[in-house]
Each structure stands twice: as C-alpha cells, then as structure tokens.
C-alpha cells in the first residue's frame, strides 16, 4: 500500500513539473467560469476555431500561450486537411450549382495572401503571430517574392481556368509592389489570370473590407457574374454586393480588418 502511495506521489509531482507556470495561469482563468477541466491545447485549440467562426475578431496577436500551438497547426497535416477541405467545397459547388454561361463573365475572386500564395515562411520568423509585425515588414518580404504556393488552391485556380472562369485577383497588398506580386506568383504556377487588383492611393484611407466590396461592385457594374470568392480573412469576403458563395481558408495568425 505505501509503495503504492509513492508510486501516486512521484506521478503527480512528474505531471506538474511537465506544466509552466504560464500553462497554469491560462487554466485556471479559464475552468473558473464553468468549472471545466481543459488542457492547454483545449483552450489553444477553440481559440482557433473561434477566430475561424469570427466569434474572435481584431486581435493583434495570438495568444502567448498560444504561439506553439498555432505554429504547429499551421505547418501540420490538420491545417492542410482543413484548406482542402474548404477546396473541395468549391469544386464540388462549381461543378452542380454553378450555372456558367461561358460568355466571358462567369468570374471568380481569389485573394492572394494565405490563399494562393503562403506567408508562413514570414510569420515562422516572426513568432507565428504571437508579434506584433510592422506592415512594412512584410511588405518589404513580399517584394522579395519568397511566398510559397498553397497546392490546394493552385488546383482550383487551375480549374476554374478550365471551366473558361474569368479569375480575379484581389488583394489588399499596394500597387506599388505589383511587379513582385506578379513575379511570384507566376514563379509557383499562377498564371492566365484576368485581373490583378492591388490597392492603389485612393484606397489607403478605406479599411479592407471596404476596399474589397468597392472592387467586387465595380466588377458587377461591369457585367460579372461573381460565382464565388476565396479567401482566408473575413474582410475578403464579407460586405454588400456578396457574390453568390464564399469560401475561407483557415489562417489564426492574424486578423485582417
């Protein structure tokens, strides 16, 4: 029996020296409410997830605690389950609820970053998220046309081309980085789009949101039928005129308004 007990006591201790201090200050804020016993991946892992429903909006950065997890998420098989998932939902719709006409109006908006081309390599540098970055920061990596491609959306990119889908690129990088954009994008296989739209100086003052419903009412005051929209900020796809489906691939790093 006392073997036993000491057995139970060297387990506990082993347990609580394999927790930071950190680790246990997030868990108690968060059993007090309900009286849940969660882990610290259970508290990281519905952050996530609410940042993808929008019930968690314009944060800075991801939480402290938080910045392994997300880190992990966005480099495993998981995150890469998820945006194919969101993939195969575009094309599954494309090919029984799209009613192209094939006139060279059926249109398709993509966002760029962390839709077709990934910043991770950036944000790996930068804490995930977990820092507060400086925009000029990433446009200055930008210009360097290091974004990798995301293969799941080089599918449907390249599908929609098939289709005689009109493509149209709308991203909230300034124009004044369009030949970089270009340059990469055609780098990891983007190619045969029909417009690309970069903020230009009238849109500084707009927020993204904003910005990004203007373009989509000038498309449709120009005769586009906006079948869908992909993108992985709420801010690209949310706002009047909506097109007639949206899409969002997962990203928790930031928070683009």
């Not at 480099?75 to 719709?93: F, G, M, N, V, W």
């Not at 000029?136 to 599908?159: A, I």
């Not at 098939?162 to 980085?177: A, H, K, M, P």
Request: overall charge positive.
């Amino acid at each position: 029996m006392a073997k036993s007990h000491y057995f139970l006591l060297i387990f506990i201790y082993g347990f609580l020296l394999s927790h930071s201090s950190g680790d246990w200050d997030i868990l108690n804020q968060k059993k007090s409410k309900h009286d849940l016993l969660i882990t610290l991946k259970n508290y990281c892992e519905s952050w996530r997830v609410n940042v993808e429903l929008h019930n968690i909006r314009n944060y800075e950065t991801v939480p402290e605690e938080c910045v392994d997890y997300i880190g992990k998420y966005m480099s495993s098989t998981q995150y890469k389950i998820d945006s194919q998932t969101a993939i195969e939902e575009c094309t599954l719709y494309l090919g029984t609820s799209c009613g192209l006409k094939k006139d060279g109006k059926d249109a398709w908006i993509f966002d760029i970053d962390d839709t077709l081309l990934s910043t991770l390599p950036y944000y790996k540098k930068n804490g995930y998220g977990g820092k507060k970055v400086n925009s000029s920061s990433v446009e200055e990596w930008m210009k360097q046309g290091k974004g990798t491609v995301l293969e799941h959306s080089l599918g449907l990119f390249n599908k929609l081309k098939e289709e005689g889908v009109q493509i149209v690129l709308v991203s909230s990088r300034r124009e004044c980085i369009r030949s970089a954009t270009v340059d990469n994008l055609v780098s990891v296989g983007y190619h045969g789009w029909t417009s690309l739209i970069l903020r230009g100086a009238d849109d500084e003052s707009k927020d993204i949101q904003k910005y990004k419903a203007d373009v989509r009412k000038k498309l449709i005051s120009n005769g586009y039928r906006i079948w869908g929209i992909l993108g992985d900020q709420w801010s690209s796809i949310d706002g009047l005129p909506a097109p007639k489906r949206t899409f969002k691939l997962p990203n928790p790093m930031y928070y683009v308004a």
